[in-house]
T-cell receptor, first 115, second 113 residues
Framework: DTEVTQTPKHLVMGMTNKKSLKCEQH?????MYWYKQKAKKPPELMFV???????INESVPSRFSPECPNSSLLNLHLHALQPEDSALYLC??????????????FGPGTRLTVL | GENVEQHPSTLSVQEGDSAVIKCTYS??????FPWYKQELGKRPQLIID?????GEKKDQRIAVTLNKTAKHFSLHITETQPEDSAVYFC????????????FGTGTSLTVIP
């Protein structure tokens, strides 16, 4: 399996809802990422997990809560979101060689709309 | 931290012509430079990458050149086809960035049939 998968593909939620995004990879990668992307803009890094430990949190509001239950799975728990959080949420994974030269492979994304 | 600039922001070419997109970076420690293509509604897909121990890499109609002295790298697409129409992002990373990519702002390429 050489792909990163994400569920759901689309999500509509109200500002008081709690929902979760899921990401999975079976490439043996040990680094996993969450990005937020607005239309025609580059992906913005939110979180990086390295060997199942949170290594980077780009000052993301606490209404976004990441979780890495094991080396293949990455979740993003959402609570009390704002309409401006509507975006495409991308997951990515890479080897974690420590050299800084590892290719990141992206999932198809979850299109999130907050009403 | 690293700063990556990308130009142009939009590019229109006639089918069969070449397209060139340029990125500059600020951190001399950066040593990995991938290029991603993102079609509307799809995921970013790696199309080519280059590491700092080489100056040029080619894959069929796509090539990337790297000038470490000037701190810039470029994507070259020859014999463009309508299916090359997409947004292209460059990125840079290094050993010290903790797996973090610094993305350019993107180039929207339109190939006119």
């Amino acid at each position: 399996d050489t792909e990163v998968t994400q569920t759901p593909k689309h999500l509509v939620m109200g500002m008081t809802n709690k929902k979760s995004l899921k990401c999975e990879q079976h490439m043996g990668h040990r680094a996993m990422y969450w990005y937020k992307q607005k239309a025609k803009k580059p992906p913005e890094l939110m979180f990086v997990y390295s060997y199942e430990k949170l290594s980077i949190n780009e000052s993301v509001p606490s209404r976004f809560s990441p979780e890495c239950p094991n080396s293949s799975l990455l979740n993003l728990h959402l609570h009390a979101l704002q309409p401006e959080d509507s975006a495409l949420y991308l997951c990515a994974s890479s080897r974690d060689s420590g050299a800084g030269t590892d290719t990141q492979y992206f999932g198809p994304g979850t299109r999130l709309t907050v009403l | 931290g690293e700063n990556v600039e990308q130009h142009p922001s939009t590019l229109s070419v006639q089918e069969g012509d070449s397209a060139v997109i340029k990125c500059t970076y600020s951190d001399s420690a950066s040593n990995y430079f991938p290029w991603y293509k993102q079609e509307l509604g799809k995921r970013p897909q790696l199309i080519i990458d280059i590491r700092s121990n080489v100056g040029e890499k080619k894959d069929q109609r796509i090539a990337v050149t790297l000038n470490k002295t000037a701190k810039h790298f470029s994507l070259h697409i020859t014999e463009t086809q309508p299916e090359d129409s997409a947004v292209y992002f460059c990125a840079a990373s290094s050993y010290g960035t903790g797996n973090q990519f610094y993305f350019g702002t993107g180039t929207s390429l339109t190939v006119i049939p």
